[in-house]
């Protein structure tokens, strides 16, 4: 080969090389695109988790809340960003009835689940100053007071008019709700009298309780929880709850389905490092949340599983806009 041939070769080679290395993933800062507004369950879980996992990948992850829609406004936004896995989307599991209650078409079968940590608990919350001390109570001022309870909300694909759905099966159950960006807000505004009660994720209304601001009247479950001790189940109140128990939310990081597989393994296997931090363990229990550790194909079943359910508790409680029939989603 001629000196110029080798010259060449040597500038081929180096130039692939450098083009290799650089692109390795990540380069560079990643976006992380939290469902909901600070100070709710969806926030906290994953502030708690990032930094170990943008220590694993060697890279930030910087954290924004982008609420709206009740999910769905940041689901679009992470489904439509450039396929490069810099743009992740922390979220809980309001996607998954979005398509029933025709807020939109996407759902979380649209992108993919990097990682589920795991699933919470509910729990049935108002305010310390509140009248009611039971659960019983707070349904006998609703029976006998249509609509004139307040509930906070966060909106029709969110965790309180989920359960308010559900618990409808079992009793009369018309309340007015009232719409936040996030458990956070809501439970902000119960404590400043807006709103009288309001059904939330464990995780977020654990310190409010311990502190004494809230007063916990059941878990939305078929057990007491330890972290909550001394709240009934709250099929005590309501035994024909307890087909469609156990249910709750659940917390997960997901990327766009097209991204590069190096991305996906490397993000999958950064968050199951970050997963198994004592510190994120022990936040998680503390919480009263179950621990999955899912991905991939597990937690693609998980997903689909926990959409049959909750979509055909929609439509059979008449809260479903769309029949989840006509979305081909099978009844469980």
Do not use: C
């Not at 500038?11 to 600070?38: C, D, K």
């Not at 759905?165 to 709700?177: C, D, K, L, W, Y």
């Amino acid at each position: 080969m001629s000196k110029i041939g080798i010259a060449a070769a040597a500038l081929v080679s180096a130039f692939t090389l450098v083009n290799s290395a650089h692109a390795e993933y990540p380069e560079r800062e990643i976006q992380g695109v939290i469902m909901w507004g600070a100070g709710g369950g969806t926030d906290t879980v994953s502030r708690a988790v990032n930094d170990a996992a943008a220590e694993a990948l060697g890279q930030p992850i910087v954290l924004s809340n982008k609420p709206g829609g009740g999910g769905a406004i940041p689901t679009a936004y992470v489904y439509t960003a450039k396929a490069d896995g810099y743009t992740l989307l922390y979220g809980a599991e309001n996607p998954q009835i979005h398509g029933v209650l025709g807020v939109s078409e996407l759902d979380y079968l649209d992108l993919y689940p990097i990682y589920i940590f795991g699933r919470g608990l509910a729990v049935i919350t108002v305010p310390a100053s509140s009248p009611h001390q039971t659960l019983q109570d707070l349904l006998d001022e609703i029976s006998a007071n249509p609509e004139a309870v307040r509930m906070g909300s966060t909106g029709a694909s969110g965790l309180p008019s989920t359960i308010a759905a559900i618990i409808s099966q079992a009793t009369a159950f018309e309340v007015t709700p009232v719409n936040y960006e996030g458990e956070g807000p809501g439970l902000e505004a119960m404590l400043r009298g807006n709103v009288d009660f309001m059904p939330t994720a464990i995780a977020s209304a654990a310190d409010g309780v311990a502190n004494g601001d809230l007063r916990a009247l059941a878990v939305f479950d078929t057990q007491p929880n330890d972290v909550l001790p001394g709240v009934p189940a709250i099929t005590d109140a309501l035994p024909g709850l307890d087909r469609y128990l156990p249910w709750g939310n659940f917390y997960g990081v997901y990327v766009r389905q097209d991204v590069p597989q190096e991305a996906i393994e490397k993000l999958t296997a950064a968050y199951a490092v970050a997963a198994q931090k004592p510190e994120f363990i022990e936040l998680m229990q503390d919480r009263g949340n179950v621990m999955m550790n899912i991905t991939g194909e597990e937690a693609i079943e998980f997903l689909t599983r926990w959409q049959q359910v909750t979509a055909w508790v929609l439509q059979d409680t008449g809260a479903a806009k769309v029949s989840p029939e006509a979305l081909s989603i099978s009844r469980p």
